[in-house]
């Protein structure tokens, strides 16, 4: 497995997503996005080129985009989350994941990544 490296950017996106999923749905939603956030990146760290892995041709070509979503069954099923919306922006070599960003799917990714 990579190490897992999280940038400070993508440290602070975490805290505005539970901030707001805590404000929006209450403290168990946000415990329940928290840890699908986290087996997300777990999942990245076993397997960077995962299904569900894409690139975008408008944004770095070595940054890769990962939506939350996919990870979804790995979670315990009390634990899941409806529609998560958020995708993971990283990078990876032969040691590590680098975790740029969590964003939600809406926004406009190449304007934020490029």
Do not use: W
């Amino acid at each position: 497995m990579r190490r897992l490296v999280i940038t400070a950017q993508a440290r602070a996106d975490v805290r505005a997503v539970l901030r707001e999923s805590r404000l929006k749905f209450g403290p168990l939603a946000r415990a329940r996005y928290r840890h699908l956030i986290e087996a997300a990146y777990r999942d990245l760290a076993e397997n960077p080129a995962r299904p569900g892995v894409a690139m975008l041709a408008d944004i770095a070509a070595d940054l890769r985009l990962y939506p939350i979503r996919h990870s979804n069954a790995r979670v315990l099923a009390p634990d899941r989350v409806g529609h998560p919306r958020h995708v993971i922006a990283f990078r990876f070599d032969e040691t590590k994941v680098e975790i740029v960003h969590l964003l939600h799917d809406s926004m406009d990714l190449p304007a934020r990544l490029g």
